[in-house]
């Protein structure tokens, strides 16, 4: 049975994973995730394993939730595209800049997103949105059905182009491009500022 702080620590390992193999570009040994969060490697490949990533030959390969579109440069986010790694998130675990090209799954229309984990510099067209859900509360208690929620975002062309999203979705928010960033800054800091597994 799965408890709450198993939730817990699995979030915050698989953040260290993410930031460690800098979102699946440098593969990392379960050790050295082990000694950064102050685990045992067993605990560590256990956590991992309640997360669904993939550790193979002692490598931490971070597998879950990327696909050849969800690294750091130009990435497609195509509306219904399913589970992958929020961009926002990937921007901030690397440092890197990352341009997000999507389509509107409402109009049809062209989205485009170019951020760093600071800032936005620019988004067309100016009224794109991002709409998520469960972002009034940072719960990491709830480890990876939160993290799912918050990384299974999309873009629209706007806020009006969202209201069938938002009728669909009772706890979902949309949110500007700009204080999505903010958002998920919150949650990393909120995550990071959790005491050591």
Known sequence: MTTRTDRTAAVRIAWAATKLTRAGKHPIAIGRLAGTVGVDPAEAHRLMDLMGFVIRDGLVLMDR???????????????????????????????????ADSTCPATGARVRVHFTRERVL????????????????IDLILGSEYIEALICTQFFASKEAAAGWLLDNIDGRVLSVPDYLAHARRVVAALEAWPTI
Not at 77 to 92: E, H, K, S, T, V
Not at 122 to 133: E, K, L, N, R
């Open 65 to 99: 939730g990327m696909d050849r579109g969800s690294r750091p440069g130009v990435a497609d986010r195509a509306g219904g595209d399913g589970y992958r790694m929020d961009l926002f998130l990937l921007a901030i675990a690397t440092g890197e800049p990352v341009h």
């Open 122 to 137: 620019s988004v067309d067209p100016p009224h794109a949105v991002v709409a998520a859900s469960r972002l009034s509360d």
